[in-house]
């Protein structure tokens, strides 16, 4: 909701809004630079929606109980869905960008995000991460408008066939299709659907599932591959490091300063679009070996006594196992702290969640885990925690729940040693990043 509110207050709409951890006092920092770009904010109660507002835009967590819905329906305000009015905005563009995806879709939108604002496109940006590039301007630049032609958006497959196949791109990345939100058939029939809008499919030759539905597709296609796969886009020669990785794309030199070697197939995901877009390959490396990354992706908060406190994005299987690969390629034990993003999402994918812990950790790594993200509504909260601690131990392997941070906390601190790495991991609540700081900070 954030960047749509910043984009649209750049278009020059005015704009108020409310949201619930706004009136449960959770990051005031926050919400204060909110209020500080011209937006208005009001309690969760009503009291903001008033009769010269031309609609109300929720995003689809808000449910009809909640009373700024009742009061926009007593005023016979139109109602509007987040992903609706990004559609007519992003639809109405010259040039149009769409990456979609389960897995590395914010990063690889940030790269291309970057990559076409740096080389002189200025576009309008939507992204569900913040630029790293962009924070000592904007500590919350999670999306920028330009004065160009051209938008770029990150599409969330968890808003549905609907949505998703109401985007109609001009450039459109698939970067891999992995269970997360929905079942793997739902899956392919959404990114059936997306591809078909399209006038060029940007698609990664190392996912044989979303090759095999892209099968058919009559129009331009550009693929590439970090896996030594027959594609367009091909990197080869990987030289993993703390601080980033190296690699071969087509032949030429690129030194990224993000680790892991899904971060280069994010690269080549952006450098397929850049060339799709008329950029050269050497202007398209050169230019991506200034991105810095995306907050809370693999981010390192500190390092404190030779131990190294990271933040992390994390939190579907796909994702979880591109981290903990990543953090294999280097000696240390890992402490990591995660906590489910939703009591809905748990229910679908807990059994694949606990087999990638089971298969990632070793045996003197210590999971703790806490009850799954809850802020309000009506979800069903029979299934939590507790059957993936157990299904972890069960392999073998160290897993704790309790009850709340603070005693994770405390036992972080008991067992942390040199050479340690303790990894916070999770999404939705914008209170991770802090708990992770709080670890760092009390590391004697």
Known sequence: MLPLAIILRGMGYKISGSDRSY?????????AWIASQGI????????GIT??????????AVEDTIPDIRAAKDKAVPILKRADTLISLFNQSKTKIAISGTSGKTTTTGMIGFLMKETGFDPTVMNGGIFRNYIARNPYSTAFVGK???FITEVDESDGKDIVCAYAPDIAVIHNIALDHQPMEALKEMFSGFLARTETAVLNADDPVLLEMARGFNK???TYSAEGRQADIVATNFIPRPDGISANINGLPLNLKLPGRHNV???LAAIAVGHAAGLGLQQCIETLERFEGIRRRMEVVGHRNNITVMDDFAHNPDKISATMRTLREFPGRLLIFFQPHGYGFLKLVRDELAQTFAEYLSADDRLYMVEPFYAGGTVDRSIGSETIVKDIVRHGKNALLMEDRSAIKADILKHAQPGDRIIVMGARDDSLSDFARDICAALT
Do not use: C, H
């Open 23 to 31: 009136d449960q006092g959770r990051t005031p920092e926050k919400f």
């Open 40 to 47: 208005t904010l009001y309690p969760q109660d009503g009291t």
């Open 51 to 60: 009769g010269d507002i031309d609609s109300v835009v929720i995003s689809k």
């Open 148 to 150: 160009g032609d051209m």
């Open 220 to 222: 331009r296609i550009i």
């Open 265 to 267: 197939s994010n690269a």
